[in-house]
C-alpha cells in the first residue's frame, strides 16, 4: 500500500454551513411612512435561475416521486456506497463498524472513548470489541490523557490513516461520478440512481416497475 497519502487528498476543502449557502445578513431599516396609508406596490420576483448540466443544457425539473420510492433508490445507492470500502476492508478481517471507528478517528485525532461513543451511538462493549481489533493490528494507538490519566485518547498510526485514505477515496469516487452525471441535477431519483453501479440500475429500475404493475393488477 503505497504511503504518504492523506484521507483528505482530492476531497474538497470543508466549509461551514454559511459559507456553502452564501448567506450574508444585511441590516434592514425602517423609514417613517406617511399619516395615510398608501397602497401595496409587489416587488417584482427574479425568478431561481433553472440548473443546468454540465454540458449547459437545462436539467429536468424534479420528478414528484412518492417517498417509497426515494426509500427503495437510498437503500441501493447506500448499499453500493458502503460496499466498495466493504470489499477492501474484507480483505483486512474488518467490517463496517471498524470502517466508521476509522473514519472518525483519523479525522478527530485525540477522540476520547465518550466522544466516539456519542457519534457512532453503539454500547461500550461493541465498541471496545472493534477497537480491541484495531489497535492490537496496529492500525489505531491510545494514549492517556494529559489532564485525566483515566482518559483515554485515540490517534490512527501510519498504518490506520494509509486504511482509511483508501477506504474515503473509493467513497469520494462514487460521489463525485455521481454528482458529474448528466441528469444528476434533475431529481433526487436521478442522483440516487447514479450512486447505483451502471449495470445494476436496470436491474433496480425493472424491480420498482413490478410494484406500480403490482398496484396495477390489484385494482
Not at 487528498?9 to 444585511?26: E, H, K, M, N, W
Not at 478527530?108 to 457519534?119: F, M, Q, R, S
Request: proline residues 9%; charged residues 25%.
Amino acid at each position: 500500500m503505497p504511503s504518504g497519502r492523506s484521507p483528505r487528498d482530492g476531497l474538497p476543502p470543508v466549509t461551514s454551513s454559511a459559507q456553502r449557502d452564501g448567506l450574508g445578513v444585511s441590516g434592514l431599516s425602517a423609514a417613517p411612512g406617511p399619516a395615510t396609508p398608501s397602497p401595496v406596490t409587489a416587488s417584482p420576483v427574479t425568478p431561481s435561475p433553472v440548473p443546468r448540466r454540465a454540458d449547459g443544457v437545462a436539467a429536468a425539473p424534479a420528478h414528484g416521486l412518492g417517498s417509497d420510492d426515494l426509500i427503495e433508490l437510498l437503500f441501493f445507492a447506500y448499499r453500493d456506497f458502503v460496499g466498495d470500502p466493504d470489499r477492501i476492508l474484507a480483505a483486512y478481517g474488518f467490517g463496517r463498524a471498524h470502517h466508521r471507528v476509522l473514519h472518525f478517528v483519523d479525522r478527530y485525532p485525540g477522540l476520547t472513548i465518550a466522544e466516539l461513543l456519542d457519534i457512532l451511538r453503539i454500547t461500550k462493549q461493541s465498541l471496545n470489541r472493534v477497537l480491541k481489533d484495531l489497535i492490537g493490528q496496529g492500525y489505531v494507538a491510545q494514549k492517556t490523557g494529559p489532564s485525566d490519566r483515566r482518559q483515554r485518547l485515540l490517534y490512527c498510526t501510519p498504518s490506520g490513516a494509509e486504511l482509511a485514505a483508501d477506504l474515503t477515496r473509493v467513497q469520494a469516487r462514487r460521489l463525485a461520478r455521481a454528482l458529474a452525471a448528466p441528469d444528476a441535477l434533475g431529481s433526487p431519483e436521478d442522483f440516487l440512481m447514479a450512486m447505483i453501479e451502471p449495470e445494476d440500475r436496470a436491474a433496480v429500475r425493472r424491480l420498482m416497475a413490478r410494484r406500480g404493475s403490482s398496484a396495477g393488477g390489484d385494482a
